[in-house]
Antibody, heavy 120, light 111 residues
Framework: EVQLVESGGGLVQPGGSLGLSCAAS????????MSWVRQAPGKGLEWVAN????????YYVDSVKGRFTISRDNAKNSLNLQMNSLRVEDTAVYFC?????????????WGQGTLVTVSS | QSVLTQPPSVSGAPGQRVTISCTGS?????????VNWYQHLPGTAPKLLMY???NRPSGVPDRFSGSKSGTSASLAISGLQAEDEADYYC???????????FGGGTKLTVL
């Protein structure tokens, strides 16, 4: 059974940093692109970043470029998101999601999400 | 505002058919990039409902169907059930931005 479990969310002050992790199991992690998607309170889904199977390609939404870094550890079946220079508008539930093997076929498995609150 | 435009809300009575539109542009849907659809209940993980415009993942009832034409796509739900009440999002790839984009979401209310 495919499982994705996020951790690392919490309360952080504006300008601070936070690292999220996603533990993957039930599939060959190193064979899939992985993504982070977020949902701010009362707002819709927003794609944040994704990373190629071997970590060589990384892509970001403009609003987080230069502040967020996506990475993965295929030996540990782990996806990470390092968030620096956090802003109030980064407050959201962050979901880890597996990209389908079919390129651009969307995200077929999702975690339950972890809440990040940026507030003073 | 979102790159992909969806109506904020739609509604229908049980048993009826509703459609949710998703309007993009020549850099995403109109550029022949596929459209994916998700169903999301607050507090839960989003669920992939449709991929590649009109393909249902295993377990998704055939009451759900998808289509695409030009710069727009649609999700149709027939035989509405109370359990279909949720938020629905379209998604595609945008070549100008170089990544996935979501629509703003549509809240479906089953009357």
């Amino acid at each position: 059974e495919v499982q994705l479990v996020e951790s690392g969310g919490g309360l952080v002050q504006p300008g601070g940093s936070l690292g999220l992790s996603c533990a993957a199991s039930g599939f060959t992690f190193s064979s899939y692109w992985m993504s982070w998607v977020r949902q701010a309170p009362g707002k819709g889904l927003e794609w944040v970043a994704n990373i190629q199977e071997d970590g060589s390609g990384k892509y970001y939404v403009d609003s987080v470029k230069g502040r967020f870094t996506i990475s993965r550890d295929n030996a540990k079946n782990s996806l990470n998101l390092q968030m620096n220079s956090l802003r109030v508008e980064d407050t959201a539930v962050y979901f880890c999601a597996r990209d389908q093997a079919l390129r651009l076929g969307g995200h077929d498995y999702w975690g339950q999400g972890t809440l990040v609150t940026v507030s003073s | 505002q979102s790159v992909l435009t969806q109506p904020p809300s739609v509604s229908g009575a049980p048993g009826q058919r509703v459609t949710i539109s998703c309007t993009g542009s020549t850099s995403n849907i109109g550029a022949a990039y596929d459209v994916n659809w998700y169903q999301h209940l607050p507090g839960t993980a989003p669920k992939l409902l449709m991929y590649g415009n009109n393909n249902r993942p295993s377990g998704v009832p055939d009451r759900f169907s998808g289509s695409k034409s030009g710069t727009s796509a649609s999700l149709a739900i027939s035989g509405l059930q109370a359990e279909d009440e949720a938020d629905y999002y379209c998604q595609s790839y945008d070549s100008s931005l170089g990544h996935y984009v979501f629509g703003g979401g549509t809240k479906l209310t089953v009357l």
